[in-house]
């Protein structure tokens, strides 16, 4: 029996796997559920086993399971880290540029909306809001108490630029091959964001 349950986990897994690549390398929109079993090597019938729902389930059960993935890690990072502000979003790149890009503005902007179910579309907004933005913005805060940057700083939209801009490192860092490694350009990138751009 347990061996049953093992081979139907791996086999989920699997699939997610694929499917949370495909997303990843196309969007939502460019997938079907033929490219999914397709790459599977399975019949397309065989991953409604997994997803009864089609494809709009098996979409969120990946963007669950990699917002998790993201949370968990974001959030060891920066408890490992030193509590100033710099420290923090220098734990933050390095995990972040450990890990395939979020594209979360693809997801946030063009996949999601894309859903048919309100409650779903909501759901994992707040879910990609809380793994991804919330631990950025709670350090943010956190450096506003201290007074390590302005007061009228909103928490969100620097949250979300730095997100956008840790993206961006990985098209630099693997197409256009500049600025040497990533965790490099994110320390520059960090620099610029905490001092500036000029001299001092």
């Known amino acids: 029996m347990a ?4 081979k139907k986990s791996d086999a989920r897994e699997r699939v997610l796997d694929v499917a949370e690549r ?10 079907t559920m033929r490219d999914i079993a397709d790459r599977l ?20 059960m990946v963007l669950e399971r990699s917002m998790e993935r993201h949370r968990q890690g974001l959030e060891a990072a920066l408890q490992e880290a030193d509590p100033d502000l710099s420290d ?6 390095t995990w972040l540029l450990s890990q395939p890009p979020i594209h979360l503005s693809r997801i946030l902007t063009s996949d999601i909306p894309t859903l048919s179910t309100k409650e779903v579309k909501e759901n994992l907004r707040e879910l990609c809001y809380n793994s991804t933005m919330l631990p950025i913005v709670e350090i943010t805060k956190a450096a506003k108490r201290k007074k390590e940057i302005q007061s009228n700083l909103h928490p969100d939209i620097l949250a979300h630029s730095f997100l956008t801009i840790v993206d961006g490192l990985w098209y630099h860092a693997e197409i256009q091959e500049i600025g040497g490694s990533k965790e490099r350009m994110a320390n520059g990138m960090i620099k610029v964001l905490l001092e500036g751009l000029r001299p001092r």
Do not use: M, W
């Open 22 to 31: 495909l997303f990843h390398e196309r969007g939502y929109k460019a997938v």
């Open 41 to 60: 090597d399975i019949r397309q019938a065989s991953l409604y086993y997994h997803a009864p729902g089609g494809k709009e389930e098996l979409y969120a």
């Open 3 to 6: 061996g049953t349950k093992t």
């Open 88 to 93: 923090q979003l220098r734990a933050a790149a």
